[in-house]
């Protein structure tokens, strides 16, 4: 009865986490790249982090979770199964999640210009692609689309 909840809360999360990077990189980047203006970027990005981190800590939480109900900690080193490859591939797409999320908050959002904004904009296209590849292999657990 745990796991229905585990994957609710799980796919909870990824809604805000995918949607909210969906929503910045088809919305608001283009409008910001075409005026040349950072204000709108820094307005969603102050909002969304309220509920866009907590939402990837849910993920993070119920995903461990989950992979420990379907692949024991003492098997993950193993390749033996799709399930083995689909939990690393969720554990590269977090690292490369994390490191371009360190890099843009320490190097790119506070010195934030319009000089810096391409910078920002190919994040934020890398983030998104990485959250919609998080839902595909999340996905893929179930219906093996990988």
Request: hydrophobic letters at 65%; proline letters at 4%.
């Amino acid at each position: 009865m745990l796991l229905p909840w585990l994957v609710f809360l799980h796919v909870l999360g990824a809604t805000v986490w995918v949607g909210g990077h969906l929503v910045l990189a088809s919305t608001i980047l283009p409008k910001a790249l075409q005026e040349k203006s950072v204000q709108g970027i820094q307005a969603f990005e102050k909002n969304f982090e309220r509920i866009g981190i907590p939402a990837l800590l849910l993920q993070i939480v119920t995903g461990v979770w989950m992979a420990l109900l379907f692949v024991p900690f003492h098997d993950w080193l193993s390749l033996a199964s799709a399930h083995h490859r689909l939990l690393w591939l969720k554990l590269a797409l977090l690292l490369v999640t994390i490191m371009l999320a360190i890099h843009a908050r320490l190097f790119i959002v506070p010195r934030l210009t319009v000089a810096q904004l391409p910078n920002l904009a190919f994040h934020i296209v890398l983030v998104t692609v990485l959250a919609v590849s998080f839902v595909i292999t999340g996905l893929s657990f179930r219906f093996n689309f990988l």
